[in-house]
């Protein structure tokens, strides 16, 4: 188990870009996958990027060319760049890792075992 903790969330102008951190405690940071969640109020948590160990990734429809994952395994730390921000980006985004050595990141929430508390990401128009 890791624990999680986000940061960079704020509130930017619509095309504007702001780049999430989720520092990973544990030595084991390095086999895990990784992913970013989102969820806007009244709506389900839905999956924007993943990347596995092997930094395989995928990302939703909505924001690929926009979002970028990545992740640096000497810093146990995953980002997500975010450019041409948008007003519905607007959302609380969460980390989330799991130990399995997924080939393809999973994109489902349940596939996860461990998250960070969130961050709020606000687009305004």
């Known amino acids: 188990q890791v624990l999680l903790v986000e940061s960079g969330g704020g509130l930017v102008q619509a095309g504007g870009s702001l780049r999430l951190s989720c520092s990973a405690s544990g030595r084991t940071f390095s086999t895990y996958s990784m992913a970013w969640f989102r969820q806007a109020p009244g709506k389900e948590r839905e999956f924007v990027a993943g990347?596995?160990?092997?930094?395989?990734?995928n990302y939703a429809e909505f924001v690929k060319g926009r979002f970028t994952i990545s992740r640096d395994n000497a810093k146990n730390t995953v980002y997500l760049q975010m450019n041409s921000l948008k007003p519905e980006d607007t959302a609380v985004y969460y980390c989330?890792?799991?130990?399995?050595?997924?080939?393809?990141?999973?994109?489902?929430?349940?596939?996860?075992?461990?998250w960070g508390q969130g961050t709020q990401v606000t687009v305004s128009s």
């Open positions: 989330a890792g799991d130990s399995s050595t997924f080939i393809i990141p999973a994109r489902g929430p349940n596939s996860y075992d461990d």
């Open positions: 990347i596995t160990w092997r930094s395989i990734t």
